[in-house]
């Protein structure tokens, strides 16, 4: 059948709807890909934007290291560049990439230069990639440059190559959905003459850069990488282009083998004979079991053959169907196979004679494929797995189930028999075949088939009730009654198969979904480890662990229920090997095989995170775990739960990097403001002290006394100041708790009045506060403070003469409580930063700490309300404070 008369395959056609709906909302990503530093990234983007700039492309520079060299320098003339965020760190100011200011000015194109670089510390994300991955998200196009090295599942064969250990590295899935990449390449001779030349490194730096990380070999096995890796993302898009397409000839753009496997001791050989042929063609391979019973399982030696091929470097694939040769070529041509290595049989069956062999089909149905037909030898000793299970028991209810089925037609047809003929009575028998084969496995519904003949004859056919047939034309009857009920019981077989597979897969994407989505919408690592653990455990059928490392580094087994008892010391001890080596252990692999559970890394982005161990609970989880499609499933779980561990981790570091520059600039601000404001009054203080010990008996009572008074209110400025500290430290610990009670607000507002009388002298104050307003709960001393606070504060921001107005009123469920005042009002800003530590509204004019309104927040937010300053009109602020009616430490709930 030609190719445009194929149906494209559904699973191509929604990977390809898939990656055209992310691309609707997500931006595009270039990469200029590179062997090593030098070869040309950074200029072969900045050529290839200024095309762009040429036909009206709105881009920016977003950052871009040109390290000095003026030709790449001169590209950037003209070129809006974005200007760089500057970040303060242990003294150093540092340059970093300004994510937020490109986000505001939205170019349709951003130039992002060195994708692996490590962000300063307080910058939003640890990583540049990351920076990427928020402009992308954002619909922003954005090109990058990368060297091979840094990609993450390259970083071992780079630093056993080079002798280098890359720490800067980029998870390979942020290639993968690149939307293109630009291989950057220059012949290693040149890259080293350029190196001698002093543009890529400074003379001294080139000088020892080209005895070690730029060796003629290493630039060329670096070369091999980058080139490989290109090469495997073209090798993918034709994938999905010849899928999508419905294109079944094979296109040789590489060479790849794969070897038909099964439970013959020779399929060994055919493995090895593979993985010789791969290798001498450097050809990519995979290994194909076809199960062409749908009920069965694969053999023990055939798992031992798929696990060898794995070993050896292999893809493995089980697929189930009846016909191997028809199986084999559909799945050749989905994964552009050039060459298939298969067994040569060493028999044949009376099938074989009429039909041809499944390598006599496989050939003549391979077309462009070439065929390996080879003798397999007997190994003599096949490759040691570990027994996966006892024989499984006989199944005597699917049997028993098939002769009720039997035994209920044969009934139907006793009714029956004196009515109508006996062809009516076969379509009896027919239909329980049907059922059987819908409901039983295949070898119980053939068993139905054959008995309902021999009851048809025994029961029905003269002479009744005996095995002999008085008709000759009766034989055929049977046969044929036998030959229909064959084929309908294994058509049934086969669709029902079918609606198998097609239910399992969904099962499978529908188990990925759940996980991801469930995964996505948890946060914390005890939360993680729990979504994981249930999902895996409903999937799999196991009791699943999670080791994760301690601050030393040795795994500990990580939130255990009460009732699951902690790791034995030698499953600790193959966890910990797991963990340290980042490959499986345990059970039905080849590491530690005597285990009783299945061990497997949690790999993140920059080193394993953990392991994850499964006991499966009977034999059929057991066998679930050899199967490779189920390890397939299992793999791309833990992988998700892998990259939410790394999520939450990484958010939880960027919040420990944003708290910690949050908190150097407040240390900042502390010393610089405590430093001023200690300063002052011990500068006063010391000046009155030495001018009363200078003056001494010559001075006058008058002069006396007012050194003394000055000494006194500098000494009280710096007790007020400590106070202060020590109180909003308490409040924000959480060390004072509020003592709530009911309290008339008069009582709290004359005791304020009373305290600031001097202060408030040159002011008006007016009440506004009802004469039947119900107790308020609070803690009394603590909202005595916050009062007087705003008081204090209104009478240092107003002229002389203003009024001030103090009112109260109790609604339905909150209290509300306002000072506010007519004078110049709020500084411009977001007034909510003037409730933040060592603020002032007018610094230029005003005595204080800038702690007064933060201790004032603290207090309310401890009685669970809320503080909030506005500009009332052209002049005069308002600052409101809410608080609810009914506290949970209340004494007694306040009156209506």
Known sequence: MRDADKRPDPDALLDMVRREEEQKHRGQLRIFLGMAPGVGKTYAMLEAARLKMAEGEKLLAGIVETHGRQDTEALLYDMPVQPRQRIEYKGHVLEEFDINAVLQARPSLVLVDELAHTNAPGSRHPKRWQDVEELLEHGLDVWTTLNVQHLESLNDIVAQITGVRVRETVPDAVLERAHSVILVDLPPEDLRQRLQEGKVYLPRQAEWAGENFFR??????????????????????????????????????????????????????????????????????????????????????????????????????????????????????????????IGKPLGRSLLDIFRGSPVDRLVRESGEIDVHVIKGQDPGKTPHHPPRRPPRRFPWREYAAAAGIVAGATAICFAMYPYFELANLIM??????????????????????????????????????????????????FVVMLLVALVLSTMASRIKAQADSAAKLEQQASDLSDLSRDLATTRGEGNLVAVARRHIARVFGCAVFVLLPNAAGKLENAFLADDEEALADKDVGVAQWVFANGKPAGLTTQTLAESDALYLPLPGTEAILGVVGL???????????????????????????????????????????LLAAERDKLRAALLSTVTHDFKTPLAAIAGSAESLLALGETAGSAVRRSLADNIVQEASRLERLVDNLLRIAALESGSVVPDIKPVPIEEVVGSVLARLEP??????????????????????????QVLLNLLENAAKHTPPGTEIVLSAVVNDQTAVIEVRDNGPGLAPGDPEKLFERFQRGDTANTAGYGLGLAICRAVVKAHGGAITARQTGPVGASFTITLPLYADNATHHPRR
């Open 216 to 341: 003629q070999g290493n630039l060329s096995a670096l070369r091999e990488l980058a080139l490989r890796q290109t090469a495997s993302r073209v090798n993918t898009e034709v994938l999905i282009y010849r899928r999508g397409h419905a294109i079944e000839t094979t296109w040789p753009t590489a060479e790849r083998i794969l070897v038909c496997v099964g439970p013959s001791p020779s399929s060994a050989t055919l493995v090895r004979a593979a993985k010789r042929l791969a290798d001498g063609l450097q050809a990519s391979w995979q290994a194909l079991y076809i199960q062409q019973h749908p009920e069965g399982a694969p053999t023990a030696r055939a798992l031992a053959n798929l696990h060898l091929a794995q070993e050896l470097g292999a893809q493995t694939h089980v697929l189930t169907g009846p016909d191997v040769a028809r199986l084999i070529v559909e799945f050749a041509r989905q994964h552009n196979v050039t060459r298939i290595v």
């Open 759 to 784: 202060l408030l002298a040159d002011h008006a104050v007016r009440l506004e506060i009802p004469a039947d307003l119900p107790p308020i709960p609070m803690d009394e001393v603590l909202m005595e």
């Open 615 to 657: 006991t499966p609970e009977d034999e059929d989880a057991l066998d679930a775990l050899e199967l490779p499609d189920r390890r397939r499933l299992l793999d791309a779980v833990v992988h998700q739960t892998a990259l939410a561990l790394d999520v939450d981790r990484l958010e939880e570091k960027a919040k420990a990097t």
């Open 428 to 477: 009896v028998y027919l239909v329980g075949v049907m059922a059987a084969s819908v409901w039983l496995p295949r070898r119980p519904s053939i068993a139905a088939s054959a008995a309902s003949v021999l009851a048809f004859d025994f029961c029905f056919v003269p002479p009744r009730f005996s095995a002999a047939v008085s008709d000759v034309a009766y034989l055929v009857t």
